[in-house]
Nanobody, 117 residues
Framework: QVQLVESGGGLVQAGGSLRLSCAAS????????MSWFRQAPGKERECVAR????????YYADSVKGRFTISRDNANNTLYLQMNNLKPEDTAVYYC??????????WGQGTQVTVSS
């Protein structure tokens, strides 16, 4: 089992940057494929970025490609999401997710990102 705690959200103007962090405790996070999801009011939760266990492979949703960068530090059990050129439509609660080959998904409590125009 792993516990996930996000941090780094906040209020930023359009065009600005934020870096989200997700600290993992418990079972070694390198066991898990890690992802960032977001959920805006009235919308479904969507995956915006995913990174493989080694960090060698990444996926980005089209809406964030070229602006967001996902990375992980397995030695320190931390996942990151660097978000640049933020847009008002990026406003959402951002969640860290961990998925192993078998077993349940693990989720953090979420961190709010608000982008003002």
């Amino acid at each position: 089992q792993v516990q996930l705690v996000e941090s780094g959200g906040g209020l930023v103007q359009a065009g600005g940057s934020l870096r989200l962090s997700c600290a993992a405790s418990g079972r070694t996070s390198s066991t898990y494929v890690m992802s960032w999801f977001r959920q805006a009011p009235g919308k479904e939760r969507e995956c915006v970025a995913r990174i493989s266990r080694s960090g060698g492979s990444t996926y980005y949703a089209d809406s964030v490609k070229g602006r967001f960068t996902i990375s992980r530090d397995n030695a320190n059990n931390t996942l990151y999401l660097q978000m640049n050129n933020l847009k008002p439509e990026d406003t959402a609660v951002y969640y860290c997710n961990g998925r192993a080959a078998v077993g349940p998904d693990y989720w953090g409590q979420g961190t709010q990102v608000t982008v003002s125009s």
